[in-house]
């Protein structure tokens, strides 16, 4: 398939209009991307799914195989149709030049590591990154000859300290989760660049539309799209942004040989989901915002933490009306944060996040024997993570209401004291 094929100048007309405008993050999600693999016909991208395409002729066989560069949709495990318009809808919404979809969050990570890294190199990442990510660089340095250090101080000062003439890689998350520390990217990124390091994001928290990487100088984005860009928690997968073609041209080969491509369905559903992206951060935003509010107010001793505490500058540039429902409420013991999640009706426990529906997950009452330290993670016993979801208002501040003053009211009879609430 071409992507220029049958293409009237109406469709042309409309698609240099689309490309050449200064279009908000909602337009662009909803509209651009569609025309990349010839599917802009229909308002909704088709889902197309053929393990290959038909070579029509050896000259359109020799074009579509030697095609290197660009899609190539001989075979699926090369290229697809319904993935290319999810790859280039996430290129317009990150502002970058090249993006692909993989088949988990997991799988994103695993792709770099794999592509971009090599027996003797190093790599640093700091403790608060997802524990997931941590155990898989351990195992992938461990057998492939590289060394793995874990820093456990955020500043950009630390990183610089960590570095070694092998190093190759930083792989950050900004913020961590579920510790909302901040790491300035854009600092970072000038360290890293100084010293030919690689500074890869895993920006799946903030998502394109409230952070770009990229911009602010980092190598490599990656993201779970499971999470917040897909958002509504039926699908899995991962995707990769850059704008250097060695790398592009290093993962995608990765990608292909290893078959780690997204399936259609899943890049389908993917694409409903990342059309109303822009729409679900600000109600997810809104909601988080009067679940502060109501904090602030009606329990002013608890602690909390969300993103718009810790950004920095990082965000410039960026529509602040988008963003996420990530919030964490700090319960002053392991007891509290376990009584808290069990007594909430409404909000769920979950170990996903930036679902349409609200979901929690203490950590403290989940943390594996001998497993994760969750205090050298910055991350308190009594921390719970709130998915702030898309119900109405009222509904999520009554339930986390009433669910903390039954945590709180135990917690203070169980240690003889008065309620602080
Ligand atoms: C920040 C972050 N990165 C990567 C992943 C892995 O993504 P997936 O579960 O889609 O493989 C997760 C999943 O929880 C995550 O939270």
Avoid at 133 to 153: F, K, P
Avoid at 358 to 381: I, N
Avoid at 394 to 400: E, L, R
Wanted: aromatic residues 6%; proline residues 5%; contains cysteine.
């Amino acid at each position: 398939m071409s992507p220029t094929k049958n293409v009237s100048p109406r469709e042309r007309q409309r698609r240099d209009y689309l490309l050449s405008s200064p279009l908000g993050a909602a337009t662009r999600a909803i509209h651009l991307g569609q025309h990349e693999a010839g599917l802009d016909q229909f308002p909704v991208p088709a889902l197309i799914c053929n393990s290959a395409a038909l070579l029509d002729s050896v000259e359109a066989g020799r074009d579509m195989l030697g095609n290197a560069e660009g899609e190539n949709f001989a075979y699926q495990r090369y290229a697809n149709p319904t993935v290319s318009v999810l790859e280039a809808k996430f290129r317009a919404i990150e502002h970058c030049a090249y993006s692909l979809a993989v088949n988990s969050g997991m799988t994103a990570c695993l792709l770099v590591f794999r592509a971009l890294l090599g027996a003797g190199d190093h790599v640093i990442v700091p403790r608060g990154l997802f524990y997931e990510v941590i155990e898989q660089l351990e195992h992938e340095t461990r057998q492939r000859g590289m060394t793995l250090s874990v820093i456990e101080a955020y500043e950009t000062a630390a990183f610089q300290a960590a570095l070694r003439p092998d190093t190759r890689m930083i792989f950050i998350e900004a913020p961590t989760n579920p510790a909302f520390l901040d790491i300035n990217i854009a600092e970072l990124a000038k360290l890293c660049m100084k010293n030919a390091v690689l500074l890869v994001v895993d920006n799946t928290f903030l998502t394109p539309l409230c952070q770009k990487p990229l911009s602010l100088g980092a190598a490599v984005t990656l993201y779970s799209t499971t999470k917040h860009i897909n958002g509504h928690g039926d699908v899995m997968g991962g995707m990769v942004s850059t704008n250097d073609p060695d790398l592009f041209k290093a993962l995608k080969s990765y990608r292909e040989s290893a078959g780690l491509i997204l399936d259609p369905f899943s890049a389908w559903l993917t694409v409903r989901g990342l059309r109303t992206l822009a729409l679900r951060l600000k109600k997810h935003a809104d909601n988080a915002l009067a679940v502060i509010a109501m904090l602030n107010q009606e329990f002013p001793t608890l602690q909390w933490r969300a993103v718009w505490s810790t950004r920095s500058a990082q965000a410039n540039g960026i529509d602040p009306s988008l963003h996420t429902g990530l919030i964490a409420i700090v319960l002053p013991s392991q007891e509290a944060g376990t009584i808290f999640v069990s007594q909430l009706q409404l909000i769920r426990t979950g170990t996903t996040f930036g679902n349409i529906e609200s979901l929690c997950y203490h950590y403290g009452s989940f943390a594996r024997a001998g497993g994760t330290d969750l205090e050298r993670m910055g991350v308190p016993r009594g921390l719970v993570r709130i998915s702030v979801g898309l119900e109405d208002t009222d509904d999520i501040n009554a339930d986390i209401r009433r669910a903390l003053r039954l945590a709180m009211l135990t917690q203070a009879s169980a240690a003889g004291e008065v309620s602080p609430v």
